[in-house]
T-cell receptor
Framework: DAGVIQSPRHEVTEMGQEVTLRCKPISGHDYLFWYRQTMMRGLELLIYFNNNVPIDDSGMPEDRFSAKMPNASFSTLKIQPSEPRDSAVYFC????????????FGPGTRLTVL | QQQVKQSPQSLIVQKGGISIINCAYENTAFDYFPWYQQFPGKGPALLIAIRPDVSEKKEGRFTISFNKSAKQFSLHIMDSQPGDSATYFCAARRNNAGNMLTFGGGTRLMVKP
């Protein structure tokens, strides 16, 4: 298996622009998680899905952030409009249904908002 | 609200030494405590994990010690090697929250040759 795939790996954009981050989870995994990592706040859970349904989005910082999972093999995290404080590394992770606790992380997308 | 507190933030150890990273939690509903290892430019990866019904788990040079009454757990890396240099995160999962993890703030470990 190729593992969790994220694209793009690096994104540089200007303030006010829309940014879309993409994730392909490991085939057969029922859970998908979006995290944000910064030096100041560490690794924060933004939202997670179970069987394509958003379960907990309490970590989404504000309405500028939205996430979708249209099918079991694809998810997006969108920021519109982007701001410099959104600069961070965004990780997607997936895991099997309860009973298998390991989360498998993708390589991350490094976002820089100028 | 930081539900899992991790210390130290950074740690420097000589090759062959013991690295110790500590975590504390408050929520007694946590039922699974993993440690993740992250190398620069990579995503975190599961290193070792423990459930609260045991006090210690060992895998090779890595050991988790768990103190349920104190609500603390720690990672010990024996015979630390330069290849162990990475950021380590402790985490905890609530027993009614799917596979959602709450992570500690991370410890950047450097093992000097």
């Amino acid at each position: 298996d190729a593992g969790v795939i994220q694209s793009p790996r690096h994104e540089v954009t200007e303030m006010g622009q829309e940014v879309t981050l993409r994730c392909k989870p490991i085939s057969g995994h029922d859970y998908l998680f979006w995290y944000r990592q910064t030096m100041m706040r560490g690794l924060e859970l933004l939202i997670y899905f179970n069987n394509n349904v958003p379960i907990d989005d309490s970590g989404m910082p504000e309405d500028r952030f939205s996430a979708k999972m249209p099918n079991a093999s694809f998810s997006t995290l969108k920021i519109q409009p982007s701001e410099p404080r959104d600069s961070a590394v965004y990780f997607c992770a997936s895991s099997l249904a309860p009973g298998s606790n390991e989360q498998f992380f993708g390589p991350g997308t490094r976002l820089t908002v100028l | 609200q930081q539900q899992v507190k991790q210390s130290p933030q950074s740690l420097i150890v000589q090759k062959g030494g013991i690295s110790i990273i500590n975590c504390a939690y408050e929520n007694t509903a946590f039922d699974y405590f993993p440690w993740y290892q992250q190398f620069p430019g990579k995503g975190p990866a599961l290193l070792i994990a423990i459930r609260p019904d045991v006090s210690e788990k060992k895998e090779g040079r890595f050991t988790i010690s768990f103190n349920k009454s104190a609500k603390q757990f720690s990672l010990h890396i024996m015979d630390s090697q330069p290849g162990d240099s990475a950021t380590y995160f402790c985490a905890a999962r609530r027993n009614n929250a799917g596979n959602m993890l709450t992570f500690g703030g991370g410890t950047r470990l450097m093992v000097k040759p």
